[in-house]
């Protein structure tokens, strides 16, 4: 197994470490994390969600000295034509908060019908080593956004967004739920599973 005995989360966003730390349980690493630790502070200056993870991967894996997991992830919306995509934590500003965001979303689409409201949740997941080998996944969630948030679990824009196949919205469904179906819990898992196959 190539997973490294030890690995440094690479974000400083507390919803996401949970959530990481519950989806990757049974990774038989040691974690390090951000909580209350003198972090690199990467700035997300890339394109696409895949420069973005790579480059916040690679900058804490240098910085600290062993592999670190990143990931990034946003909302694409087809009636704002994909947006807001890589943007989606900046949505309504470079520190805006998930409130702020989520309410220029729904006022961006209060407008348009609830059967083009179709969206997805897109993630990518990066392991980088210092000494700059790294490995990448994939994943997607596809779902419809709703003008009424419904629901206090999750984060981000999880109140406003039902998956496919289910009637309640990302922060109503359980932690385990959610993980089972959502981008962020796929693309770990693939990560996972490249990580394991890279050292059989």
């Avoid at 400083?12 to 630790?37: F, H, M, R, Y």
């Avoid at 990931?71 to 947006?83: K, N, T, W, Y």
Wanted: aromatic share 4%.
């Amino acid at each position: 197994m190539a997973l490294p005995p030890e690995l440094a989360l690479a974000t400083k966003n507390l919803g996401k470490i949970q959530e990481i730390l519950a989806i990757c349980s049974e990774w038989p690493v040691k974690w390090l994390t951000a909580d209350g630790v003198d972090w690199p502070d990467i700035e997300e200056t890339g394109d696409t969600y895949r420069d973005n993870a790579l480059l916040k991967a690679h900058g804490v894996a240098r910085v600290l000295g062993v592999p670190a997991v990143a990931d990034d992830s946003g909302i694409e919306v087809d009636a704002l034509g994909g947006g807001p995509g890589v943007r989606s934590a900046r949505f309504a500003g470079e520190h805006a908060t998930d409130r702020e965001n989520l309410s220029l979303l729904l006022a961006r689409v209060a407008d348009v019908d609830e059967g083009e409201r179709t969206a997805r949740y897109r993630c990518v997941a990066a392991c980088a080593w210092p000494d700059g080998r790294a490995v990448v996944a994939e994943a997607a969630c596809e779902g419809r956004i709703i003008l009424q948030p419904r629901g206090d679990g999750g984060f981000g824009y999880d109140p406003a967004f039902v998956p496919e196949g289910e009637t309640r919205t990302m922060a109503q469904l359980s932690e385990g739920e959610k993980n089972a179906i959502s981008h962020r819990g796929k693309a770990l898992r693939a990560l996972g599973e490249l990580l394991r196959k890279d050292g059989d």
